[in-house]
Every structure is written in C-alpha cells, then in structure tokens.
C-alpha cells in the first residue's frame, strides 16, 4: 500500500492523472503534457485539470475498494464472507489497523487530497494574469470542493487526521502530527465555502457548482453541530448553519427531486438534475482501480458486459431487509433483490435477469447493450454514482429543523422529508424525529456508502444510542421464499463483537504509524 509519504513523490512525478469521465470531460491531454510548466495556460487546460479529479485513478482506489464495505458493510447494511478476512472483519467489529480495507481507505483519500492539492498548487502558480479571476478561482474551487469531499471522510472514519494542503513540504518534513478534529471540520468547510463563493450556480454536467458546495456545507455543519456534544444538545449555531444552507438549496437552486427513484441508477439518467456532485465513469480505463468497478459485484455473468467477472452479489443484511415496509418496494427493489424479482433492464436482450437470492441491485446496471454502451466492460461501468443528491439535502434541512427537539410537525421540515417519500411511493409522515429521519435516510441511501457515516453523526452527541443501534442490529444474510414472502436470518458469518462508543473512530492503519510515529502523539491545532 502507498502511504502518504510515497504519494508525495508520486505529486512531483505528474500526479494529475486525467481520465475516466464524460462529454468535456473526455477531451484531456497526455499526462506528460501536464506538467507546471507548461499547463494551467487557459481557462480550457484549468477546466481540463479540473475535470480529471471527478473519477479515473483519482477516486478508483477509494470508490473500488473502501466504498462501499466502510460505507454500507461496516454499518450493516451489507456483508460479504468470501472475499478474505478483511470484509467479515467490517461485519464483525473486529478490525485491527492492518485490516487491508482500513488502510486501503485511508491511502485512497489521501490520494484524492494530493490530487486536488497538486491541481490547486499549479493553477496558483502557473496561471498567467491574462486568465480572469473567476476563471481561475472557479478551477480551484473546484479542487476545493473535491478536497473537501475527502477530508470530510477523513474526518468522519478517523477523526484526527493530518491536514495536508501542500505535498511538496513532506519532502522536508514527511513526518507529521494528526490534527484535532474540530481543526479538520473547519478546514473542510474553509474549502466549501470559497468553493460556494467561487463555482458557477450552474456548468456543464457532471461539474459541481456552488449549489453543490451549499448543499454540502449544509451536512457538514449538521454533523459538526453533534461534534463534542456528548449526551446533551447539538450546537445550535451549527444546527442554524446547517438549516440556512439547505434552506437556501432547497428553495433557490431550482432543482428538483427526478420524479423516478428507481431512474436515478440508470445511466441513462446519468448526472440528472438531482445529483449535486458524482464521481464521472468512462468506458474506457486502462488498468485496475481507474474506472468504475462495481459491476464485479454482479449476481451474474450472464448479465455483465462481455458475460464476465460477476464475482458475486454483497448479501443485504436481515437487518436491512427489515428496515423496509412493505409499502417501500420501488425503493427496496432498486437497492437490494431478493429471490424471485425479475429485472428486465438487465440483459434486457436475453429476457431480463431473475434473482436466485438476496443481493445488492444499486450500481448493478446490465451488460454494454443494455447500456448503449459498446467498450463498456466489467471493470468500467458508465454509471456516474452520486456521493451528494439533492434528497439528501432535503433530508438534512428537516433534520436541521428539528435540532434539539424531541419531535417536531414543522409544516417546511415535513414538506421536504415528505417529497423524498412521496417519490419513493410511501405514505406522506406527519411527525418527525431522530428515528424517522435516521430511517428514512438509511432506507433512501442504501447501498450508496452513506450510513456509517450517519450513525459516526449520531455517536458525537448521542453515543449510547447509536452503540444500541449497532449492538442491536441483525448483521446477518438471509434467505427469502419468493412463494410466501418470508425471509429467514441465517447464521453470523463469524463472532460479532460487542459495539462501543470507540467503534465509531477506526484504528489508524499500522503501515501508516510505523512510517509516521507522530501519529501516536496528541494531535496539534492546526489553527494558531
């Protein structure tokens, strides 16, 4: 694994690897072309550097490998026991820091922070006068947005981690402190908000604009309203941040919910009016963890892109079978299968694909046919997935209302978390609270790397309560009788070990402590 010391020099080497995106996003130049020298000359080469932090090897090794397993396995809404001990250490709770999926996280978003650090070094310094101060200061914001984005995972898995805003100084001084949490929060929304002030509030698709940057501004400060807030109230002024941020998105931007929530994994409906940011998929990669992988995690070859390399289907936990009513099937079947649902989208030619067991649906989206898409293979999907959707900020803006109360029938906060039902197809609420919203939010993001990060949310000011909700949890596969529509829990794929309030902040990866002991140290202030 490279630790972030060996992607300092990998910075120095060319670390602007443009690749793996669509529309403007496909006319980039040779890597050799990208050099401080002779690049960032014109507002097209800034769009063109800019464009190659969306996907390709920038995101390749987080979004393939650490995903979905610290995103949806860790958090029990999946699980898969065959793929080594790694993955059923996420299910079990027994995870050390040489867990392979651990370190290959923390490395990977340490990648896309030296990508975005390399592009915002070189716009600085190398960008001519001749370009306007918008133009430039919209290519940065863009790294900043896309920074921040990592730093906001960082943060969430591992707490105190090492702000890094210039790889080049770790040539001199590789060896640095972890800095305090609250230091990082306040680094990623300095980015995100010179990115709000900085981006477009519209651009070509598939590009984030200040919409984007709201939006995500507005979960920060929600999650860092709970930031040491243990057992008692969330900070209000975050809470209020969070509110006006949302509020400004929800009723300013002019976008809206798309109307089918099972259209939003077809890629057809690629980068749609409700995806604020998505990590941008190409056809075309030249090599492992460079396009988008997710189709290895087909149910079958039969409905993959040149009929190969399904290597089998993350089981949905019993746990996450339960969590949908009956009532929710557009979204449950769009998000796990379970035996017996038929799929006709998939190998749409040969009659469509009928599940044999429980699996995961989202980011399955058929064969290069089914997607008009002939080069696709099945270490290249074209689906462009959402780390950011509109309905989330709709989500975010009634949690925001309800803040410290208990419950609220605040007619904007059910406005909107009732507009994420109502497309869903489930009966409009007429009461909020913590377990309606958690709910909602774990059945609408399923299978999108996002609920381990809001029960991370819920332990920094309710700890108990989110220990109760993993130690209650069914983290176990399942089967389902599509003749009676009964699902019956199976056996444990190993000892489950008791959740603590220490399971919500991960081990620092081994490799990374013995490059960097500092890291053993209390972490510093970054601010001065």
């Not at 906001?152 to 790889?167: R, S, T």
């Amino acid at each position: 694994m490279k630790s972030i010391y060996k992607i300092t020099i990998l910075t120095l080497l060319g670390i602007l690897v443009l690749t793996g995106c669509q529309d403007d996003f496909l006319d980039r130049p040779a890597l050799s072309e990208t050099n401080t020298e002779n690049f960032y000359k014109t507002k097209q080469e800034i769009r063109l550097a800019t464009a190659g932090l969306y996907g390709g090897k920038v995101w390749g090794q987080w979004h393939n490998q650490a995903y979905l397993p610290l995103g949806d396995i860790l958090s029990g809404n999946l699980l898969l026991a065959y793929q080594g001990t790694d993955l059923v250490q996420l299910n079990t709770f027994t995870l050390s820091g040489s867990n392979g999926r651990l370190t290959t996280g923390w490395t990977a978003l340490y990648i896309i922070v030296a990508h975005c650090n390399s592009t915002i070094k070189g716009i600085n310094e190398n960008t001519p006068a001749t370009i306007a101060a918008a133009d430039k200061n919209a290519g940065i914001a863009e790294a900043r947005f896309i920074r921040a984005m990592a730093y906001y995972h960082l943060a969430m898995l591992w707490g105190e981690v090492p702000i890094i805003e210039d790889n080049t100084k770790l040539i001199q001084s590789p060896l640095v402190n972890k800095n305090k949490t609250a230091d990082v929060y306040r680094f990623i929304t300095e980015d995100l908000t010179f990115a709000a002030e900085n981006l477009p509030a519209t651009d070509g698709k598939g590009r984030v604009t200040s919409w984007s940057a709201k939006g995500m501004l507005s979960k920060v400060y929600l999650t860092m309203s709970g930031l040491g807030q243990l057992g008692g109230d969330r900070n209000q002024e975050y809470l209020n941040k969070a509110k006006l941020y949302a509020k400004d998105v929800v009723e300013n931007s002019g976008l809206v919910l798309l109307p089918s929530y099972y259209d939003l994994f077809k890629t057809q409906f690629n980068d749609n009016p409700e995806s604020l940011f998505a990590l941008q998929w190409s056809s075309i990669s030249s090599g492992w963890n460079e396009g988008n992988q997710l189709l290895t995690y087909s149910p079958s070859n039969d409905i993959n892109p040149q009929k190969s390399s399904a290597w089998g289907s993350p089981s949905p936990s019993y746990d996450l079978y339960l969590a949908y009513t009956k009532q929710d099937s557009i979204r449950r079947k769009a998000s796990i299968m379970l035996t017996g649902d038929h799929y006709a989208e998939l190998n749409a030619a040969g009659g469509g694909y009928t599940a044999g067991a429980p699996g995961m649906k989202k980011h399955i989206i058929g064969n290069e046919v089914d997607n008009n898409s002939p080069a696709m293979t099945p270490t290249s999907s074209i689906e462009h997935n959402s780390l950011l959707r509109l309905a989330d900020i709709y989500l975010i803006y009634a949690e925001a209302i309800l803040g410290n109360d208990a419950s609220t029938s605040n007619p904007d906060a059910l406005l909107y978390f009732n507009k994420v039902r109502t497309r869903a197809g489930v009966d409009p609420v007429t009461v909020l609270n913590t377990d309606i919203i958690l709910k909602e939010r774990r059945v609408e993001f399923a299978c999108e790397g996002q609920y381990w990060y809001d029960l991370v949310r819920l332990s920094y000011y309710n700890p108990q309560k989110a220990v109760d909700l993993l130690s209650n949890q069914q983290r176990v596969p399942f089967d389902y009788n599509a003749d009676t529509e009964v699902a019956k829990p199976n056996d444990p794929i190993g000892p489950i070990s008791p959740a603590t309030f220490s399971t919500f902040t991960l081990q620092l990866p081994t490799v990374e402590v013995i490059a960097n002991p500092k890291l053993n140290e209390p972490a510093v202030s970054y601010y001065k």
